[in-house]
């Protein structure tokens, strides 16, 4: 990389801030004055505990790619072009337009900046700790606030890299002058390791993250120490482009990580004040986003895969399966757009969550993590690692039997029935959990739809800075199987 565009990197880190673009947006926490800010042990303590809401608010921002995934993965659906849906969800797949001038480029540039913007801050905390600053009475919160800054270091690097085709890895020592791009495997890896270093200092010290931090929960230690562990099982799961690195992923690895990891879900509380997540709101909102035919008709076999094309509703699926009754709500009339292709149809809402998001107000407990994802990953790894029986057990013991009231999976089924079983609850317990998570498990499978890109380039905007070249994936001629989806599940 030329010194000057080192240089550029170092004035674009240093320079990011979140900004408020519309009423869909949010007021970020946290871009003080570096100069004041570092100096001052109290306001870095606040930076950590800003950088926590920082990166949920971006994770679950309408301003972000996150609904344009969740409509590429054949989850939901959508005819409206608010946060690149259309785009994303037209049939056949096309390119994605990387040019800044294209009119949602902000929300896949925001995405980018917004998360860069905050691990700049956490790496600032870092080297202010590195340098000998002492955090609370005594240094009594030194080593949460270090604990805080890995984790969210991680967090940032891994969801980077589970988006992007290749990124920076800005750590706290890392020199913005001489970086250079690194691929998706090498920012996962970094993502671990911050994850790591988050949970040798947990598993060293003893402290309690303040409920407020994470908006509804404190955090002991140990807890913390679990979450970074489910975290790394996430980032690995789900970092595969293609089902050949699915399976050739190191399983005994994931499976470590999910027997330490959490055993409660990861919860944050939406205030309609300062906590607010946009992409619940538009995505169970009436009138808005549906769910995909290929949900229901896992649902019911019998349901149409696709909106019949003569625009006349199927009648409402029938399952044995509980949760279509309540998770799922029919309605009878579709607002979309027939002009934008019938396939955009569905009849079928979101309903699982409280009665205040689907009345359109932002307030309640939103989950992130389920519990409940932590052992379908531990079942999926035991599966890779020949281990059916315990597999099986996992599976029968969760939410398929207990909410779902189906019959147990019985040893004597294929190695493939049980894998669809495993995935058969994570489209429907993790619905709308975690940022890409639908999207992340149709790309690792080979199940996007042909032309689908399997990862977004570096934002057009930043690669104008850089004095590069933009370029762009997507598209139904360009499916090559390494950055364009040659698969499908239809």
């Known amino acids: 990389m030329k010194k000057m565009n080192g240089k550029i990197i170092y004035i674009f880190l240093l320079t990011l801030f979140f ?97 860069y913007s905050n691990l700049s801050q956490v790496n600032d905390v870092l080297n202010v700790l590195e340098g000998g600053m002492k955090i609370g009475v005594n240094g009594e919160d030194t080593e949460m606030v270090r604990a805080i800054s890995y984790y969210i270091q991680g967090l940032s690097l891994g969801y980077i890299g589970l988006t992007y085709d290749k990124a920076y890895i800005m750590l706290a020592d890392t020199d913005p002058i001489t970086v250079q791009k690194s691929n998706y495997p090498e920012v ?100 808005w986003a549906k769910i995909d035919l290929r949900i229901i008709n896992l649902m019911d076999n019998t349901y149409p895969k696709k909106y019949p094309e003569t625009g006349i509703a199927p009648t409402p699926a029938v399952s044995n399966d509980r949760r279509l009754e309540s998770d799922f709500n029919y309605v009878a009339s579709v607002n979309m757009k027939p002009e934008r292709g019938y396939y955009h149809y569905s009849n079928y809402e979101y309903a699982r969550y409280d009665y205040y998001y689907l009345a359109g107000v932002n307030t309640g407990n939103l989950v992130e993590f389920y519990v409940t ?42 190695n493939q029935m049980i894998y669809n079983a495993i995935f058969y609850e994570r489209d429907i317990e993790l619905m709308l959990t975690g940022f890409g998570t639908a999207f992340f498990d149709m790309r690792r499978r080979d199940m996007l739809q042909k032309g689908t890109p399997l990862h977004l380039p570096i934002p ?19 499916a090559d199987g390494v950055n364009v989806s040659n698969g499908g599940w239809f």
């Not at 409206?80 to 849906?85: D, E, I």
């Open 19 to 115: 900004s408020a673009c519309s009423d869909l947006e949010v007021e970020y926490l946290n871009n003080p004055d570096r100069n004041k800010s570092l100096s001052d042990s109290y306001t870095v303590f606040n930076i950590a505990k800003g950088s926590i809401f920082n990166w949920y608010m971006n994770n679950t921002s309408s301003l972000s790619p996150r609904m344009a995934l969740w409509v590429a993965s054949d989850q939901g659906t959508c005819s409206w072009a608010n946060s690149g849906m259309l785009d994303f969800s037209i049939e056949p797949r096309s390119a994605f337009n990387n040019h800044p001038s294209y009119t949602y480029a902000n929300v896949f540039e925001n995405y980018w900046e917004n998360t």
């Open 373 to 414: 994802e932590n052992k379908l990953m531990q079942a999926e790894a035991l599966m890779h690692l020949n281990r059916k029986d315990d597999a099986i057990a996992i599976i029968n013991a969760g939410t398929r039997t207990l909410r779902g009231g189906l019959q147990n999976i019985s040893a004597m089924l294929p």
């Open 460 to 478: 057009g905007g930043q690669l104008m800075l850089m004095g590069e070249e933009i370029y762009t994936f997507g598209g139904v001629s360009n």
């Open 188 to 287: 996962i890896e970094a993502s671990v390791n911050s994850l790591n270093k988050a949970i040798e200092i947990c598993h060293a010290n003893q402290f309690v993250v303040p409920a407020d931090w994470f908006n509804g929960s404190s955090y002991t230690n140990e807890e913390l120490e679990a979450l970074a562990h489910s975290y790394i099982a996430r980032f690995m799961v789900q970092s595969s482009r293609t089902k050949a690195e699915n399976d050739a992923l190191n399983w005994a690895t994931v499976l470590t990580h999910t027997e330490k990891g959490i055993q409660r879900d990861l919860r944050f509380l939406m205030d309609e004040d300062t906590w607010k997540n946009w992409f619940f709101y538009y995505t169970v909102r009436p009138g």
